[in-house]
């Protein structure tokens, strides 16, 4: 049965109206998750090799920024002022004298027939000292370490909660990456305290010198480096007090520059367990008497010493890893037993491991972030004093029998 057009008519009406007249139901919202508040981090980044002078080339925006907004200081090392005896001392407050890395080539008495190299990772060449995230695990606070000498070591059985095993072909990024992918955890396993490692300045100072172009882009590679870190924080919503240091400087050497050692000593007397900015002797059995009466007499460019008659400065000879008769060349001269090799002056161009008074061995030193006041240039400390700014930025007690303590950053501290 058809519906007559009127009919039709008045029923759309009819429908229409009452679309009109009942409400229509009001979508409902879901409040926006409140965006966390993050704490703040400590990441402590090394740039092996890197001289406070590097900041004036032109190439480092971000690390001139942080220095900017914090502190910044030109820092003693250790002596020997090479790589691993520095890094161990800056994150356990330890010269290398106490805290057993007295060098990256070593021998201990206590175990003879093994030499420690940057390779070596049994427990016993490192655990005459505790660094800082072994301190920091034991007081609840996780810690990352990307790289850093030591940091693959367990300590008494102990760990970083997170640690990478070093590749020098990591590059720079995935560096940087590792800590942001931490950093993207949540927070009941996310770390607060982390390391990271930057070698390639280093690499760039040994092979063209410090002075070299090469060398300054690898330094702003570096800064760039730290800039994307910067940014990734920031996208993270993550405040973070930066450590940024180096290991020791770097001097410019030339094979016309060389102390043959060897040449003024008795032959079969010595054994050279090291060599270059710094030398290590031990006699030969039987000789001892001998090595002695010759290696102290007067050579140019290079003094050497009885372990026990060291410079008071250098606090160094007490362990028993230190060999008999350190030798430490002029700056810019090595100490070799044989000639040097014939690429030297194309291969070869800068090192360290000379007298950590040397403004040439000065590292970097920045400390940025909401815990650092911005005061600017410090006048320069040793490197000792690092690990108790550590322990007051995480938060822990002070270390008891360290060779260093906070004094230079007591006034520039948001306590």
Known sequence: MRMSSRLFAACLAAGL??????????????????AEARKPITILISIDGFKPDYLTRGVTPNLNALAEAGISAAMRPSFPSITFPNHWTIVTGLRPDRNGI??????????????????SEEPFWWAQAEPIWITAEKAGIHSATMFWPGANVAIDGKRPQDWQQYGHEV???????????WLRRPADTRPAFF??????????GHANGPDSPKTTVV???????????????????????????????MAAISPDRIVRLD????????????????????????????????????????????????????HYGQNPRVPAFVCLAETGWLILDKPPAADMAEKYRGTHGFDPADPQMAALFIASGPAIKPVGKL??????????????LLGLPAGKDLDGDDAPFRGVLNR
Request: glycine share 8%.
């Open 102 to 119: 007295v060098g990256n080539k070593m021998e201990d008495p206590a175990h003879p027939g093994m030499t420690f190299t940057m390779q």
């Open 263 to 314: 040449q003024s000593l008795p032959e079969g007397s010595y054994r050279f367990v090291v060599t270059g900015a710094y030398a290590g002797v031990e006699p030969m059995p039987g000789k001892e008497a001998a090595l002695a009466a010759a290696i102290v007499k007067p050579v140019p460019h290079a003094q050497c010493w009885p372990k026990a008659q060291m410079p008071v400065a250098f």
């Open 171 to 181: 590059s720079n990024r995935q560096r940087v990456d590792a800590i942001i992918d």
């Open 379 to 392: 006048k320069g400390f040793d490197n000792v004093d690092v690990a108790p700014l550590l322990r007051d």
């Open 219 to 249: 330094v702003g590679e570096v800064d760039a480096a730290i800039g994307r870190l910067r940014t990734e924080l920031a996208a993270l919503g993550q405040p973070a007090n930066f450590v940024i240091v180096a290991d020791h400087g």
């Open 195 to 204: 390391t990271l490692y930057f070698d390639a300045v280093d690499s760039a």
């Open 17 to 34: 109206q009452a679309c009109v007249t009942q409400p229509l139901e009001a979508p409902k919202t879901v409040a926006a998750a409140p």
